[in-house]
């Protein structure tokens, strides 16, 4: 089955930092392109960041370049997003998501994980 | 990186056709086929229901359609089910090899 589990979300303060993993399986995590895309309390789906398969090309949305940083770990099978200086408006779900059996859009999802800036 | 703009609520009745519309700029939705379109119920994960304007990934059924015309892309659900009420978000990529998602509309089977 092909399966997202993404991990790492909590409570943390303001100006800290959160690592978020997307652990996946079923396919062949090392082919394809991974997302991170987040949804903050009762509003829509905003676009964070994005890798290519083999981690060298990333882009990000302008409200978290330079304080997010996107990677991937291929022999572990698993995503990362390093977040620093968090704010209170980066307080969402977080999901991972990938482009696997289609050749555009994010055809697998995790079930996200939640992440809260507050002090 | 500005929002696509979709209508905030659409709704219909139960055998009816709706039709979403999802609006950028030539520098996302009118520059490239690059557009998705995404269905939400409440509490759950977003599922992928139109890739590259028209395209259905398998197991979506053929009542979901996508179209583009110029900076506009739509998605039309015909005959309207009670499972189809949910969040539905339109995604484009853009010109500087971003992604930006539209704020959702909201459709309501009545």
């Known amino acids: 089955e092909v399966q997202l589990v993404e991990s790492g979300g909590g409570l943390v303060q303001p100006g800290g930092s959160l690592r978020l993993s997307c652990a996946a399986s079923?396919?062949?995590?090392?082919?394809?392109?991974m997302h991170w895309v987040r949804q903050a309390p009762g509003k829509g789906l905003v676009w964070v960041s994005r890798?290519?398969?083999?981690?060298?090309?990333?882009s990000y949305a302008d409200s978290v370049k330079g304080r997010f940083t996107i990677s991937r770990d291929n022999a572990k099978n698993t995503l990362y997003l390093q977040m620093n200086s968090l704010r209170a408006e980066d307080t969402a779900e977080y999901y991972c998501?990938?482009?696997?059996?289609?050749?555009?859009?994010?055809?697998?999802w995790g079930q996200g994980t939640t992440v809260t800036v507050s002090s | 990186q500005s929002a696509l703009t979709q209508p905030p609520s659409v709704s219909g009745s139960p055998g009816q056709s709706v039709t979403i519309s999802c609006t950028g700029t030539?520098?996302?939705?009118?520059?490239?086929?690059?557009v998705s379109w995404y269905q939400q119920p409440p509490g759950t994960a977003p599922k992928l229901m139109i890739y590259?304007?028209?395209n259905r990934p398998s197991g979506v059924p053929d009542r979901f359609s996508g179209s583009k015309s110029g900076n506009t892309a739509s998605l039309t659900i015909s005959g309207l089910q009670a499972e189809d009420e949910a969040d539905y978000y339109c995604?484009?990529?853009?010109?500087?090899?971003?992604?930006?998602f539209g704020g959702g509309t909201k459709l309501t089977v009545l």
């Open positions: 998501a990938g482009v696997v059996a289609v050749p555009s859009g994010l055809d697998v």
């Open positions: 079923g396919f062949t995590f090392s082919t394809y392109w």
């Open positions: 890798i290519n398969s083999d981690g060298r090309r990333t």
């Open positions: 030539s520098s996302d939705v009118g520059g490239y086929n690059l």
């Open positions: 590259e304007v028209s």
């Open positions: 995604s484009a990529y853009t010109s500087i090899t971003t992604w930006v």
